[in-house]
């Protein structure tokens, strides 16, 4: 039973088809606390699919969620404790920076320590019920993760009116806020520039190392998920191909494939940057 | 079994599909069929046994179709002077020709009856005589309020017109005439059938002018009234609404199976015409204007008199009396009722039809394909028919809903509803389609993402509908004239009362009130509804814009971000000079856009790439469905993107240059030979695929039809381009642009400037640019590119045209298209197989296989 413990997500025999179209097949594999895991792989190998079956947005034909050992399976997205960042942020156009991240939080009833008759938590209780955040409350967290994506300046301006990194921050302090045990990531750079994308990166990797939350982080881009994983999941053809550390697949790469579209593609990389500034 | 539970996940927007589909099906559909079975054998042979039945069929198809004919011929001639004249209020010529909409047809009618009628204006005046009232009134009134909406349709439809062949026919010296008889009557071939129908169904079946104005002739909806409301046969009355019935049907049925999108955008014309033809043109148009508001210039002014024709001194008296409440001439109750039922019409509404798009756009299940048809279905029923079946299903409500006001709203909402409906469908489909998985992911509610999101980002279309519902519920008589009684009269049925009793002057008054306030709404609506869409859009816009040398400088700095420039270096690299180029870096310094260090490194800050940011290029999209017919036999093993060209895909070099540059986002449109665009995936694996299903049997404008709905701050390229300097692929672009090389002659497509933009293409030329397939869409110009790219590709012969005609030739005068200067050299075209053999002798030897 101590092995269960060490799995925050299990995923067991995961089946999906489109108009009896095979997109995942088989797929099963185990997280642990405080990982962060890429799932690598080209255009169309099934790992949005996943992801998407991760979070609940997409049903599983047969197959198992099981998280901290609980089955999940048919959970509601919002019932997961999990957050999705999108690749377009998808942020409301309407609404200012606080206001996107308020949100989620403004009317959402969850487990609380009780009040007291000023309407402030009872401090050291730990009696928790059931009911909404109060404005206080909701202002401390909104503040507080703003402040963690650097974007206090702009709480609030609009959407709109700023860089896609800085959108992008909006959308993780929105996720943040609900304070998820899992972070998964769609993408979430492939709209945004280079140098941006690395100063993200660190970002990133620091807000996991600082909550220790796990993170399942969907991308196409070797580098990115080299740089970042613990562990990788390389897609191909709606299986898994391998999943192992970064050192290990870049040393003993499974198959032909992990080979050509992983090892290969690095080492062009690594050419590419030793020939430029010689 | 999973599966199973999970369906059981129950939504409670169940609820509101239902809700909705009942609500339809109870006051449009149970009505008309509960009508049907209300007809009696005895009804049956009366009505097809009555001599004046068919007289009146006779009357009314002779007058629909004279007065349908001449409004569209005039509506034609209005449309194509608006269209091509250059004038700086066309908005309100436009409001001017489409006035009539905004009264009821009874107020027509009465303005032409005061003027062509015994001891009419014209009489009176000039001594001009007509033989009183007839086919010639309703004719003249007819044309007068069907022109508005032939006109809109037209006008719409010139607007997307393609103007290239106009500039041909000009080369070759043919008159405006001609081409207009040749070329522009043949475009418009289907909305002309679609308008003649519109205009056809709209007078056949109203029964507001003909009562003020056919005298002795008998049209079919006069019948139909006179059964139902002087004879109360209102079985008699269900069977002439089903000949009614059928002209709105025919159109309705035209309609869907033949009309193209219909969603338009304006756009302004720059074209420069004639003095002379403006002239005539603008001329024409205000003669028109003029013919159309002289009824209505007429009620108004006796509206002021005291006695028409009698007495035609001034006064304020009619007014007085109207609103004081005991005159005989009292419209107050009227008013209040017509104000009442409008708002709630307006309310009501307003909100069934967004919440009708709502559903059937943005949300799943079996309903929303049956709520749509019904919600367009609506168009098809005149008021009268709907009038007549309200009439009877709903005789067991006298008193608590038949008979009160309520019934009144309702008929109306039910007779305008598809209009509405269509404005907020198309709002709903405009708006981010992931916002209801974001709701969904951090459980926000389907309520809250409804009332916080979706309407404060629609709140313009909101008020147009609004608007439109009102204006029609001050003007509309036909359904709701069988449902009022003493206390629930509105307005516009009051005219029909003082008809009865002759009092010209309190019809008048009346009218000139409904304009009155139906031109307030009008005006006033436009502009809030403008004003807060651009309210939205300006706070996203503004803020931080570079001009055309600042984006120029700062891009060449990140092109070269982290290496020592001289601003020497960067004068010539952007070909500015030295004290422009200084300012700017300075400037640049200042607002923390660049930062120089100690080693004299420049780098671009965070900020520097915020404000470069609305500039990046978003994504790629690469045309390669193509059979390279001229690279035969190559191409029969291989599309022409694979070919190599000395070890290399052409593909590759242009993939190559592109990811360099950081766009990864890249689509590859593919038809010839798919499945081998495959084998790309492995050394680009973000590539994405899209599918032209029908390359073979159209030209390339199908690849980026296909492509559409993800044109969007993108480059399109052709994929057969060996692009051998990558330079010519940047990160960042000002505006849209083609590329292209100055030659001194060329037989090849090839652009003409005018300033900087491009203003003519042809095939072969002298001092012009080389195109080059490679062009660039800023964020507006994709915006327009998306739609007008489905107009050219839905009109006729649009499938046969290269894409790049659409931007420019057809729909030039949407874009700005600039050239962007190349060498020659910089990117190779291989047209045909000679020349690959002349590039890689290695294929000196290919065979067919």
Known sequence: ?278 | MEKAKRNTRFDPIIFLQIGLVLILFVFLLLPLFFMLFKVTGDDFSYVTKDEIFYKAIGNSLLYSLIGTLISTVLATICAYFLSRIHFKGKKWLVILLVLPMLIPTISIGLGVRTLFGVNGFLDKMFGLKFDGLGFFDLIVGSVVFSFPIVFLLIYDALLYEDKSSYDAANTLGVSRFKSFIGITLPYLRKTLISAFFASFTLIFADYGLPMEVAGKVKTLPMYLYEQVISQFKYGRGAIISLVLLVPAVIAFVFDVLFKESSDGVARSEKIRPSKLFNGLGLGAIIFVGILLIIPMIAFITISFVNRFPSDMSFTFDNYINAFSPNSTISILKFLKNSLIISLLVGLVGTSVAYLSAYVSTRTKGVVTKPLHLISIATLAVPGLVLGIGYVFLFKFTKGWFAGTLAILVVVNIIHYFSSPYLMARNAFEKIDRNYETVAETLGISKNSLFFKVMIPNSIGTILQMFSYLFINSMITISAVSFLCNQNTTPLSVGITIYENRGVWEAESVISTIILLINLLMKIGFDFLSNYVTKIGKRKVEKDMELNRFQFNVLAYIEEHNKQVLTQRRIADGVTLSLGTTNKIINQFIEDDLIVIHNDKTIEVTEKGYKALEPYKVRKAIVIAAGFGSRMVPVTLDTPKPLVKVNGVRIIDTLLDALIAKGIDNITVVVGYKKEQFQQLLEKYPTLKFIENPIYNESNNISSVYAAKDIIDRCYICEADLVVTNPKVITKYQYCSNYLGAYVSETDDWCFFKKGNYISKVSIGGENCWHMIGISYWDEKDSAKLREDIVKVFNSRGGKEKYWDNVPLTVCKHDFKVEVRDCKKKDVTEIDNFSELVIIDPSYANYKKQ
């Open chain 1, 1 to 278: 039973m101590e092995i269960l413990n060490d799995k925050k997500i299990s995923v067991i025999n995961i089946n999906k088809r489109y108009n009896g179209q095979i997109v995942l097949e088989d797929i099963s594999f185990d997280i642990k606390e405080g990982e962060f895991i890429s799932m690598l792989g080209a255009s169309g190998c099934g790992k949005t699919t996943l992801l998407k079956i991760l979070i609940g947005i997409e049903t599983p034909d047969s197959g198992t969620i099981l998280k901290d050992g609980v089955d999940i399976t048919n959970n509601l997205p919002s019932k997961r404790g999990m957050g999705l960042v999108f690749q377009n942020y998808a942020l409301f156009p309407n609404m200012t920076v606080w206001n996107n991240v308020a949100y989620a939080l403004k009317g959402k009833k969850d487990m609380l320590p009780i009040l007291d008759a000023t309407g402030k938590p009872v401090e050291g209780s730990k009696e928790l019920v059931l009911r909404k955040r109060s404005k206080e409350e909701i202002k401390a967290i909104v503040d507080e993760v703003i402040a963690i994506v650097g974007l206090s300046d702009y709480a609030n301006k609009k959407p709109g009116k700023m860089s896609g990194g800085q959108q992008q921050r909006v959308a993780i302090a929105r996720t943040l806020a609900l304070n998820p045990d899992i972070i998964l990531f769609d993408e979430p750079m492939a709209a945004l520039d280079a140098d941006i994308r690395m100063s993200l990166r660190k970002e990133i990797k620091a807000l996991q190392k600082k909550f220790n939350k796990t993170m399942i982080y969907v991308t196409h881009d070797q580098e990115e998920a080299f740089s970042m994983s613990d562990r990788i999941i390389v897609m191909n053809d709606n299986h898994i191909a391998q999943f192992d550390t970064p050192n290990n697949i870049y040393k003993n790469p499974a198959n032909d494939f992990v080979k050509k579209f992983v090892v290969n593609h690095l080492d062009e990389k690594v050419l590419a940057i030793k020939n430029s500034t010689k």
